[in-house]
């Protein structure tokens, strides 16, 4: 985007960015606050895995995942920070987690709406809000840091090209305080911006984002005794025990046909149908093509580091991808009248919208109908969980895979032998020593599937050696509860 352009950029904003415009947005933004509310009981397993640190924090415990022991499983500290802000609030933690993440997604999609149809009608954003609201996807990350992730990559996008770099800066170290794995995005701008300048930004617009960066590097260090959280190597350790899959595991993302489309092609194809569409146009639109340049930079590097890493293929990271290929089927829906006004006489000019107007139509219609079905917690780990609180002493220490539903119900001492909360654990399940983590941690109930997950692999192997015993209290199809027994004393 030459300089030109980039003044065109902002007197495109101030000429539409008015009281209209925006309740257009806002408006276009009702089928996503009403599909938050038909989802307002959802609870992704991870997400709670945030909401029992921040619990523990506000019930004055320390924000610990285990009250007592100071291990850093948090990934996002801003997200957290953000939860913990609005839970000291409202109070109702389940009603917080919701609340952000609509909020968040509204301000992303409006956000992105005013940085990249500004060259547009203001209905090719309000189709792009209205879109993105109601995509079923958004609505499986709600309590995670992903609609987070999202504003701020569309507000760095804002200012970059708005050359307002001081915010820039501002904005790129809260989202590296999002996600770690946004500084790819930070590097997109810097080589874009010296390409086109010849020179790096100045010194100044890394000061405060540098301070913000470190001073989070500060806390962890005092507070949990390490600068960087665990969760990071976890992942990679994950990664390296093949249990999620060989080769390059974050490629195997297949099943995301289901989770984001309901298994509907037809739904797939005009989505991405039409993305290749825009980004076809748009990329070939010399006024425009750096910032998307710039987007296809970001998404390379982004998707590089989850591959070579081998991180598991957990569907939150998959986001940046879904947003940009609305905003391009957008643009795709936008292109195509374009076409037919040439075609039609000029008091039939409106029949040019037909065409997008039907494609729009379906989209939201399939979009509507899997975004708005009922969701709440994974049933099973809910009853168990309620039913460890019931049934267990509050000192007594479970350890399970998925700590997150049955952590946050059960309200007892966890350890996560997946080790996202817990330390050694992960390492000792990257080097496949399934085992080994009882040789560390003494649990007195293990939470295993029927029949076990490879991961449980150490618990199968303690019950078998007469350490463990099934609890006949514990009645649940496809699980069972291995409750410690009391050993013999050896002779000396």
Known sequence: MTSSSGHHV????DKNAGPSRFFLYLLSCLPLFCL????????????????RYVDNFLNGEGLVYNPGIYFNGLTSPLYSYCVILVGWLISNLQATNILLAALFHASASIVFAETFFTQQSVAAGCAFIILSGTFPYFFLVYGMETPLLMLLIGLCFYFYQTKNYFWLGIFSGLLILTRVESIFLIVAFLIGYFIKHRTFPAYRYFIVPLILIATNLIFNKLYYGSYLPATGNAKIWQGQSGLWGDGWVFLNAGYLLAWAFGSNRFYFLTVFGFSVIGFLKTITTFEHREIHWII?????GYSLFFIFLNIPNYHWYYAPYFIFTLLYCTKGLFFIPELFEGLVKSDLKWTAFLPSSLVMTALIYWAGGLSSLPRGPLKAYRDIGVWLNQNTASGDQIAVVEIGTIGWYSKRPIIDILGLVNPLNARFLGERKFEEWLNHYSPDFILIHDPPWPHELGAVNALAAGRFGVDPRFHFQ?????????QPEQKS
């Open 10 to 13: 902002r007197r495109s904003f």
């Open 36 to 51: 938050a509310w038909l989802n307002r009981h959802y609870q992704l397993d991870d997400a709670l895995i945030y909401l």
């Open 296 to 300: 296809l930079f970001f998404l390379f």
């Open 478 to 486: 496809n699980y069972r509860l291995l409750r410690k027994l009391p």
